[in-house]
């Protein structure tokens, strides 16, 4: 959800057809929407951290329904750390990766910034200019609105274990996953995180959504609190499940600093966190896994302010609902 909104001061006639029939012109004004995000390699395959790269990019618009990105500027850095052939060869995967997400979204990478780093790092700046009519402002949840999630949760602890399969951390969780296991989640999370949340945004607006964020670095109830706080209505959200990959649950209580179960474990290019209302939300979920062949997942419901003298707020219910995904 972190896009800056900008209007250009400039008005557009628009057709508006009338359900009685008949056409209207209204004005519209022109708005700028952009992003910028980049972050460190947290998988082996640059290829598939370059589309994982334009996927996190990307998702902070689709968060505000914007469907067509007009623009991508490319932020990138070659590490010195490896050798010349190295730094070459994953320097080009990535920048691959990243430009054929960027086509799949419809858009093209047009330029950017690259430097030298001790690590690589991968990410971009997204822009567009659309009517006020095309984004959706992540303010209006109502009471009875239901929160759909689109994509699982525990993308960090996935990507972890699998580092941890060639280290001596690999002792300390190897009771509770098995290699094969481990793979299968972490190969898993790949798809999700390189899978882009357009389809997601084109809904938004079918389906009549009130409010949405993406889910990345503060986790599920890290971003929920956040949203929850930006409504105009007194509201809380309640979140009483949570779908994970697989094993992935099993894990985080073993270790302190992951939060999974808690809310906060950090996500990357994570689903959208929807608010809709409740007769469009099973019809949102089911064409949505038409379209992207991956379900996405009711978890739970937008409440009246259970304390009116405290700021909106989210939590999730004791003893929450685990869906193994």
């Known amino acids: 959800m972190d896009c800056s909104v900008v209007r250009l001061g400039k008005y557009i006639p628009v ?12 004005k519209e004004e022109l708005m700028m929407i952009s992003t910028t995000d980049f972050f460190y390699p947290l998988i082996d395959d640059p290829y598939m951290q ?67 780093n001790p690590w690589p790092i991968i990410g971009g700046t997204a822009s567009t200019v659309c009517l006020s009519s095309d984004y959706i402002m992540p303010i209006n949840a109502v009471v009875g609105d239901v929160i759909v999630l689109t994509k699982p949760l525990g993308t960090r602890i996935a990507v972890n274990v699998h580092q941890w399969m060639y280290s001596e951390r690999w002792e ?23 899978r882009l949340n357009k389809t997601g945004a084109i809904l938004m607006h079918k389906y009549g959504a009130h409010a949405c964020t993406d889910v990345t670095g503060f986790g599920i109830l890290g971003h929920a609190k956040n ?75 937008v409440i009246k302010k259970k304390d009116p003298s405290k700021p909106n707020d989210a939590f999730i219910v004791p003893d929450p609902l685990i869906l193994n995904v």
């Open 50 to 116: 370059g589309k994982i790269g334009c996927a996190n990019v990307l998702s902070d618009m689709y968060s505000f329904g914007v469907q067509k990105i007009d623009n991508i500027l490319m932020i990138l850095a070659s590490s010195n750390q490896m050798t010349e052939q190295q730094a070459y060869i994953s320097t080009k995967l990535m920048i691959k990766g990243f430009r054929d997400l960027a086509l799949e979204a419809g858009s093209n990478v047009t330029g950017g910034q690259t430097v030298i």
């Open 227 to 301: 949203l929850a706080s930006n409504q105009k209505a007194d509201v809380d959200f309640e979140i009483h499940t949570l779908p994970i990959f697989e094993n992935m649950a099993k894990i985080d209580p073993h270790f302190a600093f992951f939060k999974l179960l808690a809310g906060y474990a950090a996500e990357t290019s994570g689903g959208l966190f929807i608010c809709l209302p409740k007769d469009s939300a099973e019809l949102f979920c089911a064409e949505i896994e038409s379209i992207d062949q991956c379900k996405a997942f009711v978890i739970g419901n």
């Open 15 to 26: 057709e508006v057809h009338n359900p009685e029939g008949g056409v209207s012109i209204v």
């Open 172 to 194: 300390s969780v190897k009771h509770l996953i098995t290699k094969e296991k481990a793979i299968e989640a972490y190969e898993k999370c790949i798809d999700s995180m390189s």
